[in-house]
Nanobody, 119 residues
Framework: QVQLVESGGGLVQPGGSLRLSCAAS????????MGWYRQAPGKQRELVAA???????NYADSVKGRFTISRDNAKNTVYLQMTSLKPEDTAAYYC?????????????WGQGTQVTVSS
C-alpha cells in the first residue's frame, strides 16, 4: 500500500519560513519523481516544485528563489523549504509521486497539509 504523508504545515507570518516533509512508503522511492503541488480555495491545483529521480529540480515562477525542494532517498522523504512566505502562498500543499513500471505511469498523492500565511 502506497502512502505519502505530509507534515510541517501551519500558520506563519508574512516573511516567515516553513519546511514541509513528505514521507513515502510502499514505493521504491528512488525510482520516483517527487513534487509539491498546492491548491488555494477556488483555484486549480498547481505545481510548486518537483525533483526527478536523478535530482533535477524545477519550480513555479512564483516561488523561484524562495522555495527549495530536496529529497533524501535514504529516508524516503522529500522536503519543501519555504522562505519569505507571502499571503498568496496560502494553500493546501500536496505531495506527489510519479513513476513508471511496465510501461504504465503511476501517480500517487498525499492527503495534504495546510499552509496559512497571515499576520
Amino acid at each position: 500500500q502506497v502512502q505519502l504523508v505530509e507534515s510541517g504545515g501551519g500558520l506563519v507570518q508574512p516573511g516567515g519560513s516553513l519546511r514541509l516533509s513528505c514521507a513515502a512508503s510502499g514505493i521504491i522511492f528512488s525510482f520516483y519523481g517527487m513534487g509539491w503541488y498546492r491548491q488555494a480555495p477556488g483555484k486549480q491545483r498547481e505545481l510548486v516544485a518537483a525533483v526527478t529521480s536523478g535530482g533535477s529540480t524545477n519550480y513555479a515562477d512564483s516561488v523561484k528563489g524562495r522555495f527549495t525542494i530536496s529529497r533524501d532517498n535514504a529516508k524516503n522523504t522529500v522536503y519543501l523549504q519555504m522562505t519569505s512566505l507571502k499571503p498568496e502562498d496560502t494553500a493546501a500543499y500536496y505531495c506527489n509521486a510519479k513513476g513508471w513500471r511496465g510501461g504504465l505511469e503511476y501517480v500517487y498523492w498525499g492527503q495534504g497539509t495546510q499552509v496559512t500565511v497571515s499576520s
